[in-house]
Structures are given as structure tokens and as C-alpha cells.
């Protein structure tokens, strides 16, 4: 069992940042991949970034060069790193940590937190 707690959204002006932390329970949480999504008002959950249990990370088009995804794994946590937001990135944050083992996947996601970007 893998138990996910988000932090660090809230209000800024647009061209602004802010760290999401998202803070795993378990001993093995370093060998899973974990995703940051996020939901906007009235749009479906969609991918922002995620890293590999070997920290590879992908973006998504519009997250690049503002966004950084990066891990802990002695502290157990992911940060999501974002700089210049916009008033589009206004959203729920999500994260999920996910593993594929033999050929079941094992996926748990956190509560969410707002982030909110005024223009």
C-alpha cells in the first residue's frame, strides 16, 4: 500500500511559481513512476509530467521549459516544479504513483491540490 499527500497549491499572479510536493508512504515507493495530472474547471483529467522509478521524465507541450518534475526518494516525495504559470494552468493537481508487475499495475493517486493563477 502507497499512501500519496500533495501540498503546495494555492493562489499566485500569473507569471509566478509554485512547488507541488507530493509525499508517499512506504518503503518501496522509489521503484514506482509517478505522474502529475491535473484538472481544470470543466476539463477532463489530463497528464502534466511524470518520472520514472529511474527518473526519466516526459511533459507535457504545454508544460515545457516552465515545469520540472524531479524525485526524493530518501525523503519519499516528488516535487512538480512550476515557474511562469498562467491563468490556464489553473487546476486540480493529482498525483499517482504507478508500477507494472507482472503484468498487474499497481496504481494509487492522492487527494488533490488546488492551484489557482490569476491574470
Known amino acids: 500500500q502507497v499512501q500519496l499527500v500533495e501540498s503546495g497549491g494555492g493562489l499566485v499572479q500569473a507569471g509566478g511559481s509554485l512547488r507541488l510536493s507530493c509525499a508517499a508512504s512506504?518503503?518501496?515507493?522509489?521503484?514506482?513512476?509517478v505522474c502529475w495530472y491535473r484538472q481544470g474547471p470543466g476539463k477532463q483529467r489530463e497528464l502534466v509530467a511524470d518520472?520514472?522509478?529511474?527518473?526519466?521524465?516526459n511533459y507535457r507541450d504545454s508544460v515545457k521549459g516552465r515545469f520540472t518534475i524531479s524525485r526524493d526518494n530518501a525523503e519519499n516525495t516528488v516535487y512538480l516544479q512550476m515557474n511562469s504559470l498562467k491563468p490556464g494552468d489553473t487546476a486540480v493537481y493529482y498525483c499517482?504513483?504507478?508500477?507494472?508487475?507482472?503484468?498487474?499495475?499497481?496504481?494509487?493517486w492522492g487527494q488533490g491540490t488546488q492551484v489557482t493563477v490569476s491574470s
Open positions: 518520472i520514472t522509478s529511474t527518473a526519466n521524465t
Open positions: 499517482n504513483a504507478y508500477r507494472v508487475l507482472g503484468g498487474h499495475v499497481d496504481s494509487y
Open positions: 512506504g518503503s518501496i515507493f522509489s521503484l514506482y513512476a
